[in-house]
């Protein structure tokens, strides 16, 4: 988990916001995050006051640094569902990179040699319709 960081949003009519200590806040691209508790004060202290150009999002306060990179957020993503797939399949008794229970027909040394044959009747007969059935147990 990243830094906890607040949240501001400010109006399109400004993107700039001066704190006491002379300290610019700059708005990209209406949204303001910080750590600091001193700038989170003031700035809560705007709104309370009525200033109506900067608020709090509707869709939270708070945001995990971690997740402001698209990039990161989809790869957390992706590894979780991989690591969610091959749990459930260690825990069918499956073997994770087992291609499942089904098997070409013809996948012995006859088929293998007639998929790669330059021959287009025996590479048709290596991948014909109905050739891919479910291996016998």
Request: neutral net charge; glycine residues 10%.
């Amino acid at each position: 988990m990243g830094t906890l960081l607040h949240q501001f949003q400010m109006d399109a009519s400004a993107c700039k916001y001066v704190f006491k200590s002379g300290e610019v806040a700059i708005f990209e691209g209406g949204f303001y995050r910080t750590s600091d508790q001193k700038k989170i004060d003031e700035l809560n202290a705007e709104i309370a006051a009525g200033i109506g150009a900067i608020w709090v999002p509707k869709d939270g306060a708070t945001v995990d640094s971690d997740d402001l990179d698209p990039v990161a957020v989809m790869k957390r993503k992706i590894i979780a569902e991989y690591e969610a797939n091959k749990a459930r399949a260690n825990n069918n008794g499956e073997s994770f990179s087992d291609a499942g229970s089904l098997k070409a027909v013809g996948s012995d040394k006859a088929g293998v040699n007639a998929a790669t044959s330059n021959s287009p009747a025996g590479a048709a007969r290596a991948v014909s319709p109905g050739s891919i059935k479910p291996a016998s147990k």
